[in-house]
């Protein structure tokens, strides 16, 4: 089973309209992780997360980690067609104080937003 | 400052066939890994490096060497090409491991088709 599991896998929104990916774990998460991929490119961080109840904020786009550390959610506001892309999470699912190095991503969401 | 450089960005190999995935960095990191993007499976690690001189097995080690003699190359080596291993690699390096504030930066990839 994937361990960390996002949703919707696919996404059309019309542009100007707000949406929200989310990622879940079924483990606690130790240093949560959003990349960006444009189609056929590498991926770009977005933002980190590590607290529970953390939110980032970088443009239009914002961040949240719940309290139990077991699910983010990735919203943007207002979205616009250079949003389009592939958004990943990625997490530490097995924080050793120290680090793991093993970030396990999930598969992707698929975001299209139409002009 | 050029990041993360993969070559080639494309390839094509036949069965059987050996090949290395090159991956520099000139951002002094000493955190390298190589993932593997497949449709469906989203990325996979398989391999990883904290620095010169030490390597180790992700998630999907099989068919695939590395090593780690200077702290800014960390190839990839195919011993013996097969069609399941027709993918996108993604090279990707941190200062001081996934788990920090900045996340990976990740090279633009190499599409590798075996057929």
């Known amino acids: 089973s994937q361990e960390l599991e996002q949703s919707p896998q696919s996404l059309i929104v019309q542009e100007g309209k707000n949406l929200t990916i989310n990622c879940t774990s079924s483990?606690?998460?130790?240093?949560l992780y959003w990349y960006k991929q444009k189609y056929g490119e590498g991926l770009i961080f977005l933002m980190m997360?590590?607290?529970?109840?953390e939110e980032k904020s970088h443009e239009k786009i914002t961040a949240k980690l719940d309290e139990k550390k077991q699910q983010s959610s990735l919203h943007i506001t207002a979205s616009q067609p250079s949003h389009a892309g592939i958004y990943l999470c990625?997490?530490?699912?097995?924080?050793?104080?120290?680090?793991?190095?093993?970030?396990?991503f999930g598969k992707g969401t698929k975001l299209s937003v139409i002009p | 400052n050029a990041g993360v450089t993969q070559t080639p960005k494309f390839q094509v190999l036949k069965t059987g066939q050996s090949m290395t995935l090159q991956c520099a960095q000139d951002?002094?990191?000493?955190?390298m890994s190589w993932y593997r993007q497949d449709p469906g499976m989203g990325l996979r690690l398989i391999h990883y490096s904290v620095g010169a001189g030490i390597t180790d097995q992700g998630e999907v080690p099989n068919g695939y060497n590395v090593s780690r003699s200077t702290t800014e190359d960390f190839p990839l080596r195919l011993l013996s090409a097969a069609p399941s291993q027709t993918s996108v690699y993604f090279c990707a390096s941190s200062y001081s491991g996934p788990t920090n504030n900045y996340g990976y930066t990740f090279g633009s990839g190499t599409r590798l088709t075996v057929v």
């Open positions: 997360l590590q607290k529970g109840g």
């Open positions: 951002m002094n990191h000493e955190y």
């Open positions: 990625g997490a530490d699912l097995a924080y050793s104080g120290a680090g793991s190095y093993q970030l396990t």
């Open positions: 483990k606690t998460l130790y240093g």
